[in-house]
Nanobody, 128 residues
Framework: QVQLVESGGGLVQAGGSLRLSCAAS????????MGWFRQAPGKERECVTAMSWSGGRTYYADSVKGRFTISRDNAKNTVFLQMNSLKPEDTAKYYCAAKTDRLYSGSYYLREYEYNVWGQGTQVTVSS
């Protein structure tokens, strides 16, 4: 059974950076499309960024384009979210998600229902 564990969240001042990590098991991680979502209090969960299994296709929400970068290290079974120039509106709980029911997909996925495995989330708080 696939498990995802996020880490790297915390409190940072506006303009600062954080790098979130999502460690996955088992080894078939490299064949999964992955995504990062976030949910702020009182708001719906939204897709921040997503990537195909190979990393050849990526998506970024307009609100984070140019500031956030998704990447993966298949040797370490880990996907990363590098967040730069953070803003108070980036404050949310961040979740990584894996699509394990379709391996080696050349697409990225933007909707919650398209992912079948989720991590527990990590809180990111950006102070002004």
């Amino acid at each position: 059974q696939v498990q995802l564990v996020e880490s790297g969240g915390g409190l940072v001042q506006a303009g600062g950076s954080l790098r979130l990590s999502c460690a996955a098991s088992p080894r078939t991680f490299s064949s999964y499309a992955m995504g990062w979502f976030r949910q702020a209090p009182g708001k719906e969960r939204e897709c921040v960024t997503a990537m195909s299994w190979s990393g050849g296709r990526t998506y970024y929400a307009d609100s984070v384009k140019g500031r956030f970068t998704i990447s993966r290290d298949n040797a370490k079974n880990t996907v990363f979210l590098q967040m730069n120039s953070l803003k108070p509106e980036d404050t949310a709980k961040y979740y990584c998600a894996a699509k394990t029911d379709r391996l080696y997909s050349g697409s990225y996925y933007l909707r919650e229902y398209e992912y079948n495995v989720w991590g527990q989330g990590t809180q990111v708080t950006v102070s002004s």
